[in-house]
């Protein structure tokens, strides 16, 4: 699997840069192990790592959001909420073994690289006229 960081991620505002950077990091870690029962807890556990940050970084834009009066913020926050709801139901699935997890990988992976072109990419532009970077 193809997935690479690339500067059209870049929404130019320092901090949340290095968030998302790391977001693929987390997630290349979880492309590297090999597909097979003995790593399965090794991925478990950097799954909770990649979804523990990801908690972290929506609540760090949020209250960016929040903070200098964004007028996007309600848009903004639904799409976070919406893929905060999706990964507890997949992560259940999960659970319950109804689900592979590299199936919730990969809806992670293109959730949050549709997510940051488009929406964090407006919040960024927003920010940067506020003279955040
Ligand atoms: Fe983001
Ligand atoms: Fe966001």
């Known amino acids: 699997m193809d997935f690479k960081w690339d500067?059209?991620?870049?929404?130019?505002?320092?901090?949340?840069?290095?968030?998302?950077?790391?977001?693929f990091r987390l997630l290349n870690r979880l492309y590297e192990l090999p597909n097979n029962i003995d790593c399965?807890?090794?991925?478990?556990?950097?799954?909770k790592n990649l979804l523990d940050y990801t908690v972290q970084h929506l609540s760090l834009e949020e209250s960016m959001?929040?903070?200098?009066?964004?007028?996007?913020?309600?848009?903004?926050?639904?799409?976070?909420?919406?893929?905060r709801q999706e990964i507890k139901q997949q992560t259940a699935l999960i659970?319950?073994?109804e689900l592979?997890?590299?199936?919730l990988i990969v809806f992670i992976q293109d959730w949050l690289t549709s997510h940051i072109q488009y929406s964090d990419h407006k919040l960024g532009l927003?920010?940067?006229?506020k003279g955040i970077d």
């Open 7 to 23: 500067s059209k991620y870049l929404i130019n505002v320092k901090m949340l840069d290095q968030q998302h950077q790391e977001l």
């Open 95 to 97: 659970d319950s073994r």
């Open 126 to 129: 927003f920010l940067n006229a």
């Open 65 to 83: 959001m929040q903070k200098y009066s964004y007028q996007g913020f309600e848009r903004h926050f639904g799409e976070h909420q919406k893929f």
């Open 100 to 103: 592979n997890i590299f199936d």
């Open 40 to 47: 399965e807890k090794k991925l478990a556990e950097i799954l």
